[in-house]
């Protein structure tokens, strides 16, 4: 563990997303998951598969962020071109990996095994293998840069085998608090306990439940008996509004 | 109508997003009318509640697209940093909006405008507004960026709102066909069909289903005939690979 906590940037690739016809499901696994680890996820961005568009977003992500994480794009397919489009930014070569090969040959039966298939045993030249349990293609790991399938359930598999090559930070502890207040009814108390109490960060998210306004009230900070101490503050916020907290919420660590 | 399509960029601004605490709405909605509107949505990004985070972003996507859509932030809380960060983007003053308080005053009862509600009519100076029949208090657009709340319901009813302000280009219509087979099995038949016709483009997306894998190709073009006659040669693709097409689509358009 490091005391002082690493960042991240993720890159999902795909006109999927932007049309709106995928829905996203990475993005908030990679952000809970980087929370759990203590590392900050600084800024997701969402591009189309364009070469240009990845190679120059690769770069300047790679540069800015610890720990760069891209989802998408490397199937296959006329357009699965992120792992090209990568080599690219490293200038480096994409070539036939031996040892991604032989993990696939183990996965499929030998006569499953096509040339299409085996298309994504080709990786840039010097990157490092990220087990794939789902469906044998492996990610890989390039500099900073961590690519990932997009299909959560094959995205999920391959985060699991790279926690391991991540610097862990303090961990993110989160408490909430949900009421039937509305925001404006919170805002003058809130904003005085957050002013109070810096190393608490306190962020408040309106909600609709059978068309009734209501607001969840989200603590988080790495140091627990602040947060308790904050997480109290704004029950007795709610209790002296006349309101009802309708769920109170501590993380397993706190 | 224009026939040279307009193109937008999105800015999600919100901790909470970020934490995968809430998992974004907004982004697919956006995604799906944009295209309904043959606006291209050509890339989002997701940032967290820092004032020069949104500054920065804000100055870029404006100079860079012909529309911006922010979502997030515009509540009466302390952590609602949006408004005051874009009117700093254009160099303006945020004042109080009479019309603004005068359509909130006729949302709510007048004994419910609280000051605090009433921070909400705080806009930037020049910005024109834009309706929220959900929760009365309005959003608005300065220069080419739209200014909208995180809540979906809310995010909608301004959407709605707003799109008479846009500029629609050519439809983009959009067919698919989803199959049992695998991605690398129509990898190169895929490829061919792609080739010869550039005006559609063809993204084929992996997909699990009780453990299997398959793929939905997904085809789109402005131009109905060319997607009919690219469409029509996935199914014979699939139909000569021995493969299942479990489901054929057409948009209403096509």
Redesign the interface.
């Known amino acids: 563990m490091n005391k002082n906590p690493k960042n991240a940037g993720v890159i999902v690739i795909g006109?999927?997303?932007?049309?709106?016809?995928?829905?996203?499901?990475n993005?908030?696994?990679?952000?809970?998951?980087l929370?759990g680890l203590g590392i900050i996820?600084?800024?997701?961005?969402?591009?189309?598969?364009i070469e240009n568009?990845i190679i120059n977003k690769v770069k300047v992500y790679s540069e800015r962020y610890d720990y760069v994480f891209t989802t998408g794009g490397i199937?296959?397919?006329?357009?699965d071109i992120t792992t090209v489009s990568i080599a690219k930014a490293f200038n480096v070569n994409v070539v036939r990996n031996k040892d991604a090969a032989n993990r696939m040959e183990k996965h499929y039966q030998h006569s499953n095994l096509?040339e299409?298939?085996l298309?994504m045993a080709d990786i840039p030249e010097g990157a490092i293998l990220i087990n794939n349990h789902v469906?044998g293609a492996p990610a890989f790991q390039i500099n900073n840069v961590f690519v990932l399938a997009?299909?959560p359930?094959i995205m999920r598999s391959m985060f699991d085998s790279l926690i391991e090559h991540l610097v862990s930070g303090p961990a993110i502890l989160?408490s909430s608090v949900c009421t039937n207040l509305?925001?404006?009814?919170?805002?003058?108390g809130?904003?005085k306990i957050?002013?109070e109490c810096q190393a608490v960060?306190?962020?408040?998210?309106?909600?609709?439940k059978q068309g009734n306004?209501g607001v969840n009230i989200?603590l988080?900070s790495t140091d627990k008996d602040l947060l308790l101490n904050q997480h109290k503050l704004i029950e007795e916020l709610v209790n002296n509004l006349k309101g009802k907290i309708l769920e109170t919420h501590l993380s397993d660590e706190t």
Chains 1, 2 share one sequence.
């Open positions: 006109n999927e997303i932007l049309s709106g016809r995928t829905q996203d499901l993005i908030s696994y990679i952000g809970k998951r929370e996820l600084s800024e997701v961005t969402i591009i189309p598969d568009d199937g296959p397919t006329h357009d096509s299409a298939r298309k469906s997009g299909v359930e989160t509305t925001e404006s009814k919170l805002a003058n809130m904003s957050q002013e960060s306190i962020g408040s998210y309106p909600f609709f306004l989200v988080r």
